[in-house]
Antibody
């Protein structure tokens, strides 16, 4: 069974950093594009970043470009999101999502999410 | 970016009824829309992709239609387990964007 488990969230002051991880199992991780999506209270889902199967094809939402970095380790079946210069508006639940079998930019399944709170 | 506007915000129906949810895009996106279901405390699940194709394991009670700027998710013969937030997504124009969701309550 496909499973995605995020970790690394927490409370961080503005300007701080966090590194999120997403441990994947139950599917051949190295052949799937992966995404990060955040859920913002009152606003809904916001796509954050994506990465291709070999680490290429990286793209970011404008709101995080230059501050966040997505990467993957196919030997460890793990996806990462390095977040720097965090702002209060980065607060939310961060989900990793596997690219669907029906298209690289549909998300299926999603992980359980990890909460990031940026506040002093 | 493409703004997806969903209506209604909340829908309250009884078991056995039909739910019709709308998603309107601020500019044409072809057939490149999807629908997700998110139950309380759970992560989202893909229901429909490319406007009208059911994802793997999704029952035929769920159907999608539309193109261009107007998309619809229809859920026939509602069951209590269908209580959830449903949101749409587009992948035609970067960045990928989502609607704000419709909360479906089964009375």
């Amino acid at each position: 069974e496909v499973d995605l488990v995020e970790s690394g969230g927490g409370l961080v002051p503005p300007g701080g950093s966090l590194r999120l991880s997403c441990a994947a199992s139950g599917f051949p991780f190295s052949v799937y594009w992966m995404h990060w999506v955040r859920e913002v209270k009152g606003k809904g889902m916001v796509w954050v970043a994506r990465i291709g199967v070999d680490g290429s094809g990286i793209s970011y939402a404008d709101a995080v470009k230059g501050r966040f970095s997505i990467s993957r380790d196919n030997t460890k079946n793990t996806l990462y999101l390095e977040m720097n210069s965090l702002r209060p508006e980065d607060t939310g639940v961060y989900y990793c999502a596997k690219a669907s079998d029906h298209g690289v930019n549909w998300f299926d399944p999603w992980g359980r999410g990890t909460l990031v709170t940026v506040s002093s | 970016e493409v703004v997806l506007t969903q209506s209604p915000a909340t829908l309250s129906l009884s078991p056995g009824e039909r739910a019709t949810l709308s998603c309107r895009a601020s500019q044409p996106i072809g057939f490149y829309s999807a629908w997700y279901q998110q139950k309380p405390g759970r992560s989202p699940r893909l229901l429909i992709y490319d406007a009208s194709n059911r994802a793997t394991g999704i029952p035929p009670r769920f159907s999608g239609s539309g193109s261009g700027t107007d998309f619809t998710l229809t859920i026939n013969n509602l069951e209590p387990e269908d209580s959830a937030v449903y949101f749409c997504q587009q992948r035609d124009i970067w960045p990928y964007t989502f609607g704000q969701g419709t909360k479906l309550e089964i009375k």
